[in-house]
C-alpha cells in the first residue's frame, strides 16, 4: 500500500540532502514536490495545500539542531502532519451497550458483507465477544446466503428472515433474538446503496433511527480515491456516521482517500481491511500509518497480529519440543498456517523497516508456501514427526507425490534442519541468560 506516494516522497526529501540548513527556497522547492506527490496519490487539492502550508509554517518558525540535518526535519516535520491529517489518535469503537448495535453502511461493492465478518471475528477472538450478525441486504440476489458463508468461516450466528424485505422489522426481530440469547454486539449488514439513490438512502436513515445504533461505519473501497472521499462526505450529510472503515487498502498504491477522508468529513477512520482473509482487519493508527508511508516499517502491527493469532498454551508447549529438539514438520506446517492467517505476504514484509523499499518491486505470491506445504503434506505420519529418517528413497517418493524435485525436497529439508538448529540455539541462549540474571540477583556481595 501507498508505494507510489512513498516513492515521491522519497525523491521529494533528497532535494534538502546535503543542505546545510533550512531555508525558504529549499523549503518552497522541497514542499512543491510533496504537494505534487499528494495530489498523483489522489489527495484532495485543497487538502494538500493545507498540508503543505502547514509544514512549511513549522519548517520556518523552527531552528535546527546542528545534530539534526534539515531533510532529517522535514521528513519529521512530514511525519507529524501525516499523522494529524489521518486523525492523530486511534479511535475504538463504542461497545458499551448490551448489546451494542453496530450498523454498516456504504455503495455497492465496498465490502461490507466481508468486513462484517471480519470485525465479528475480530471482537470474537479478541474481545471474548458474543456476536450476532443480521442480514437486512434485502435486494442483492445470494446477499444473505454471501453473509452465512462469511459466518460459517468464523463461527458466529445469523439472524435473516429471507422472505421479509422490511428493513426494520428484520432489525427489531434480531434485536429481540439477542437479548433472549444473550448476544452482546448485533452487527447489521445492510445494502450498498447509491448515494442518489433518494428512496434507498430514506431507508438506511429509518433503519439507524430504528435501532438506535451506538456505532454507524460507513464502508468505502479505498481504491476509488477521491470519489470514496465525495461519497463519504454525501453519505455522512444524511447519516452523520461515527467512522469509515477503509476496504482492500493493501490493493491501493496511491492512498488519497486514506489521507483526505478524515479531514473532509471530519470523522476518524476506525479499521482498514487488508485483504480477503477474515483475519486481515487491523485497526487505524494514524501514526503508525505515517510510518508506513515514509518507508519506517510498522513493527508495532506486524507483532499484535502475531500476537492475536498465537495461543500462549501452544507457544509454551513448542517452547519445550524445540529445547529438547523436538521442533518437527507437524510443527512447521502449523508455523506456516499461522504465517498465512497474519494476511498478504507482501503486505507483512513491508511491516519490517527498510524491507518495504527492497521488495516494492519484487511479485510476492501469496501461494509462495504451497509447495512447502505440497512436500510436508506428502510425508508420512512418521517421517513428518521424525524428520531424521527421510532417506533417499523416501525423499524421491515424496517428490513425486507432491509434483517437486527431489532437489526441492532436499532443500526444503537443509531449511527446515537449519531452522531447528537455530530456534533451540537461540531457546537455549534464553534461558541461560535468564539463569544467569536469576543467579545474580542471589549472589551475596563480595568483598572487595
Known amino acids: 500500500m501507498f508505494e507510489n506516494l512513498s516513492d515521491r516522497l522519497e525523491r521529494s526529501f533528497k532535494i534538502l540532502k546535503g543542505e546545510g540548513k533550512i531555508t525558504e527556497i529549499n523549503v518552497a522547492a522541497t514542499l512543491k514536490d510533496v504537494r505534487r506527490a499528494l495530489i498523483e496519490a489522489d489527495v484532495n487539492y485543497k487538502v494538500a495545500k493545507n498540508f503543505t502550508d502547514s509544514v512549511k509554517e513549522k519548517a520556518m518558525g523552527m531552528n535546527v539542531l546542528t545534530a539534526v540535518k534539515p531533510g532529517q526535519m522535514m521528513v519529521k516535520l512530514v511525519h507529524d502532519e501525516l499523522a494529524t491529517l489521518m486523525g492523530g489518535e486511534t479511535v475504538g469503537i463504542n461497545l ?15 465490502g461490507k458483507t466481508t468486513f462484517s465478518g471480519k470485525l465479528a471475528n475480530m471482537l470474537k477472538t479478541k474481545q471474548r465477544k458474543n456476536p450476532l450478525l443480521v442480514a437486512c441486504d434485502v435486494y442483492r440476489p445470494a446477499a444473505i446466503q454471501q453473509l452465512k458463508v462469511v459466518a460459517e468461516q468464523i463461527g458466529v450466528p445469523v439472524y435473516a428472515e429471507e422472505d421479509n424485505k422490511n428493513v426494520v422489522e428484520i432489525a427489531h426481530n434480531a434485536l429481540r433474538e439477542a437479548k433472549a440469547k444473550g448476544y452482546d454486539v448485533v452487527i447489521i449488514d445492510t445494502a450498498g446503496r447509491l448515494a442518489v439513490d433518494e428512496e434507498m438512502m430514506n431507508e438506511i436513515e429509518a433503519l439507524k433511527n430504528a435501532v438506535n445504533p451506538d456505532e454507524t461505519l460507513f464502508v468505502v473501497d479505498s481504491m476509488t480515491g477521491q470519489d470514496a472521499v465525495n461519497t463519504a462526505k454525501t453519505f455522512n450529510d444524511r447519516l452523520d456516521f461515527d467512522g469509515v472503515v477503509l476496504t482492500k487498502l493493501d490493493g491501493d498504491t496511491r492512498g488519497g482517500a486514506a489521507l483526505s477522508i478524515r479531514t473532509v468529513v471530519t470523522k476518524p477512520i476506525k479499521f482498514i481491511g487488508t485483504g480477503e482473509k477474515m483475519e486481515a482487519i487491523d485497526a487505524f493508527h494514524p501514526t503508525r500509518m505515517a510510518d508506513r508511508i515514509l518507508g519506517m516499517g510498522d513493527v508495532v502491527s506486524l507483532v499484535e497480529r502475531a500476537q492475536a493469532l498465537i495461543d500462549e498454551k501452544e507457544a509454551l508447549e513448542l517452547q519445550k519440543k524445540i529445547q529438547k529438539n523436538k521442533f518437527d514438520f507437524n510443527d512447521f506446517m502449523n508455523q506456516i498456517q499461522q504465517i ?11 511491516m519490517i523497516p527498510g524491507v518495504g523499499k527492497a521488495i516494492k518491486d519484487i ?39 507432491s509434483g517437486t524435485t527431489v532437489q526441492d525436497v532436499n532443500k526444503l529439508i537443509k531449511q527446515f534442519d537449519q531452522t531447528r538448529k537455530m530456534m533451540q540455539m537461540v531457546t ?3 534461558k541461560m541468560n535468564m539463569m544467569m540474571n536469576a543467579m545474580k540477583g542471589k549472589m551475596p556481595n563480595m568483598p572487595r
Not at 96 to 110: D, F, H, N, T, Y
Not at 372 to 398: D, V
Open 96 to 110: 458499551k451497550s448490551k448489546p451494542a448495535i453496530i450498523l454498516m453502511s456504504g455503495l455497492q461493492g465496498s
Open 340 to 350: 498465512k492467517k497474519m494476511g498478504n505476504i507482501k503486505d507483512l514484509a513491508s
Open 428 to 430: 537455549n541462549t534464553s
Open 363 to 401: 511479485d510476492i505470491d501469496d501461494d509462495a508456501f504451497k509447495g512447502i506445504e505440497a512436500i510436508i503434506q506428502s510425508m508420512t505420519p512418521k517421517e513428518r514427526t521424525h524428520p531424521e529418517c527421510l532417506n533417499q528413497s523416501r525423499r524421491m517418493r515424496i517428490a513425486k507425490g
